[in-house]
């Protein structure tokens, strides 16, 4: 990656969408803080849990994702487990067979849930249409 030749903090540049670039600045201005403050801050959060996930749940990972579920393999126990979300926001997980578990708190980090839970928002239109 190339770094910006004129500052002394080895900064490199990076490209990221126009709309995206104008939610990150009003996220920034709202805190006071500049954007790259903002996207070193936050950036720096992601990494750091991370770091502590595979710390912690070094057997356990994220496989894949459907439109309801998260799958997380859990190598110690050699299986997969779905984890889903109810529409009253209660937890399952397929392989423990609880409401709460590893798997499930493990699976709590994926960006997966977004969309999960966004096709929740989506049905949920639709059905009170």
């Given at each position: 990656?190339?770094t910006?030749?004129?500052?002394?903090?080895g900064?490199v540049?990076?490209?990221i969408?126009?709309p995206?670039?104008?939610?990150?600045?009003?996220?920034a201005?709202?805190?006071?803080?500049t954007?790259?403050?903002?996207?070193?801050?936050f950036?720096?959060?992601?990494?750091i849990t991370?770091?502590l996930?595979?710390q912690?749940f070094s057997?356990?990972?994220?496989?894949?994702?459907?439109?309801?579920?998260?799958?997380?393999q859990?190598?110690?126990?050699?299986v997969?487990?779905?984890v889903?979300?109810?529409?009253?926001g209660?937890m399952h997980?397929?392989?423990c067979?609880?409401?709460?578990?590893?798997?499930?708190?493990a699976?709590?980090?994926?960006?997966?849930?977004?969309?999960?839970l966004?096709?929740?928002g989506k049905?949920?239109?639709?059905?009170?249409?």
């Amino acid at each position: 990656m190339r770094t910006n030749p004129r500052n002394k903090e080895g900064v490199v540049n990076i490209q990221i969408y126009k709309p995206l670039y104008d939610k990150i600045a009003k996220l920034a201005d709202e805190q006071n803080i500049t954007i790259k403050e903002y996207v070193n801050k936050f950036l720096e959060g992601h990494v750091i849990t991370i770091e502590l996930m595979r710390q912690r749940f070094s057997q356990i990972m994220q496989v894949g994702a459907t439109d309801t579920a998260v799958l997380m393999q859990d190598k110690g126990k050699n299986v997969i487990a779905s984890v889903t979300m109810q529409k009253n926001g209660d937890m399952h997980c397929s392989a423990c067979k609880k409401d709460f578990c590893e798997h499930i708190f493990a699976s709590l980090f994926s960006p997966s849930w977004i969309t999960i839970l966004q096709n929740m928002g989506k049905e949920d239109t639709l059905q009170s249409s």
